[in-house]
């Protein structure tokens, strides 16, 4: 490819498309939807990037990737290079590849985003990090051993980041899951068809081989050690709290607790932990309805609803009976989806069927206690309320019944309190959240950090990577006795 | 992983198992769970503990043979490796001095109420413990029961061994018979827990119950395990897993206890079928 384009030849490139899957074709298999690029692709779309004196992509990411710089060496050829540049900030590429809401973080400050069509650099991310996945280029390296020890709470994105940096950094690492595996929401949350398994298993087990981290499945902290035992029996010099957001939310409302009620996080444990869609052939069941009402319209209800239409297709493809349907209900109107655009697309393209301005008040339940229907009411949107959108208001009267029979609660997840236990001087909000300073994650506890969704409620997957990072480089000052932040 | 150390048959369906979990003996105590998954396509169960030794780094669980894992499970001998083994789980038994108090176990209920049984007694309470099974093939512990309590009545629903009755009806005689009952455990199947709450109902007495609802983390993260009491839901991970048994809706519960059962059945068929191929 000619190296020296004009400006103008670069920005007359369009937009790469990456290929996906059909949807009538992927609504009944769990694999990656969306298939990535091939090398011609990527450099086509590598050309379109005008190297900015100041990039602004840089200061929209929230662990700061050398975006110009990762992109020049891919187009230029240089796959060890772009590598090398991606690594240097972001230790788990191929997964922000695919889940960071790219779209308003780096690529809206895209100049040729003023245009519409911004670099993708999402999938040149992705295309980098699954690269690195299959060739392994660019081991990261562990600094001289510091003989300081480092427990983390939690395998999700705050605690492997923070891990990550911190190993590199030379300390030693333990990173204590309450799970079998590692990789928090990534592995029970996300669905296979939107992050496959094995790139988050080959990601986080080459950065934990890497940097000699120490996993330890299957540790409850707040049960099977408290914080305080951590640091003060158990020899480690710090502790990282990344536990997530995991606590999950009902409605209060008559029936709530009828047999086919689920929380989209059991829903989605059963499905992607466990793999309950390859029942019985692994030994957890899942169940899906032949009508599923989602409530809620974030990523996780997309997800919610996107797998029971999955588990639909493939029981009408043994059972040879009607697929069902999936409705996402939903109280405000499409304008206030939290979802991310391409989620939504997709799951409009799959079937599912949107309910905006939509509130369940009771759900009805058969004589064996199972869903049999769900009572809703019409809303309207009236004056912007605290969250800056418009409040919906049940407009009276407009009560009406949907025939479901199976009902996912995805209405926000809070932090689960468990970590807590006989953490004295560890302070919380009202929410639940750990009280943590954002620049350097300090909690109120001496010798606690915190960062990620157990700080600021349920968000995404970068912001807690970039709250385990800035952690990272706290405990690393401390470590090093160059801040003392706590008088006690 | 975690390795079984010892195993013990104490009836054709009900098994015994000691597991080296030096983390989880250490903090063990009477009263909380485990989460057990056999192997890499295993499920997530909860058991609850029978026993910990926490200088030898054991836990003891107990289990009836009644689906595909606790058959897997059973099928283990000594030397094999649990995939998981997570706790210890949920609130241990709040052991105090209650004076003259009540432990009743049904089946394979009877192993988690050993460890508070013991605790209580050792605690000063003056134990009477009702221990009942189906018939006396399904009985077990009995002399471990009787160790820990002051007075000891052994009951079937046959008449196989002991007084043929059910756990209900000595402890209605006891409630009867001695007006300073200040509390009840019960611990068994949702029926009889369910049937032990109506009897003290009447009489006033506190009556706690151990739940074993399905769950999967066991942590509070799926609500999978929610249980509807009269102020509300809870979770039993988490909340639990002793409640007020008069706070519980029991036939809700026991109508979300058989929400899988179509499927249960179909692993237990192929589970069975399985191990029919590997005999032949």
Known sequence: MATELTNRERMSIPRQTMPTQDALVRRANFDEVALGFTLELAQQEAARCLQCVKPHCVEGCPVGVLIPEFILALREGDMDGAVRAMKKKNNLPAICGRVCPQETQCEVKCVLAKKGKPVAIGRLERFVGDYELEHHVYPLERATPTGKRVAIVGCGPAGITCAADLGRLGHDVTIFESLHKPGGVLVYGIPEF????????????YTAECLDIKMHPDAVIGRLYTIDELLNEQGFDVVFLGTGAGLPSFLRIPGINYNGVLSANEFLTRVNLMKGYLFPEYDTPIKVGQRVAVIGAGNVAMDSARCSLRLQALRAQETGGEVGEVHIVYRRSPVEVPARAEEVHHAEEEGVIFD?????????????????????????????????????????GSEFDMDVDMVIMALG?????????????????KW??????????????????????VVTGAATVISAMGAGKRAAADIDRFLRGEVKPWTT | MYKILHKETLSDVTKLVVVAAPEVARKAQAGQFVIVRVDEHGERIPLTIANYDREAGTITIIFQEVGKTTM??????????????TGPLGHPTEIENYGTIVCVGGGVGIAPLYPITRALKEAGNAVISIIGARNKELLFWEDEMRAVSDELIVCTDDGSYGRKALVTEPLKELLERDGEI????????????????LTTQPFGVK???????????????CGGCRVQLAGGAKFVCVDGPEFDAHQVDWDLLMARLRFYLEEEKQAVEQWQHRCQLEVD
């Open chain 2, 182 to 197: 200040a509390r009840v455990w019960a611990i068994g199947p949702a029926i009889m827990m369910k049937f032990c709450a």
């Open chain 2, 207 to 221: 009556t706690i119950v151990s739940l074993n609802t399905i769950m999967i983390d066991g942590t509070g993260m």
């Open chain 1, 194 to 205: 939107r992050l496959p398994k094995s790139v988050v298993n080959c990601e986080i087990d």
């Open chain 1, 356 to 396: 905006f301005l939509t509130n369940p008040v009771e759900i009805y339940g058969d004589e064996h206690r199972n869903v049999c229907g769900m009572r809703c009411i019409r809303m309207e949107l009236g004056e912007p309320d605290e969250s800056g959108r418009r409040r919906p208001i049940p407009i009276a």
């Open chain 2, 72 to 85: 897997h499970l059973g099928s283990l001998e000594p030397g094999s490796e649990l995939a998981t083994f």
């Open chain 1, 413 to 429: 997840t809070r932090p689960n309190p468990l970590v807590f236990n006989e953490a004295g001087g560890l302070e919380r909000t």
């Open chain 1, 432 to 453: 639940g959240t750990v009280v943590a300073d954002e620049e350097t994650g300090r909690a109120t506890k001496a010798r606690v950090w915190a960062g990620g969704d």
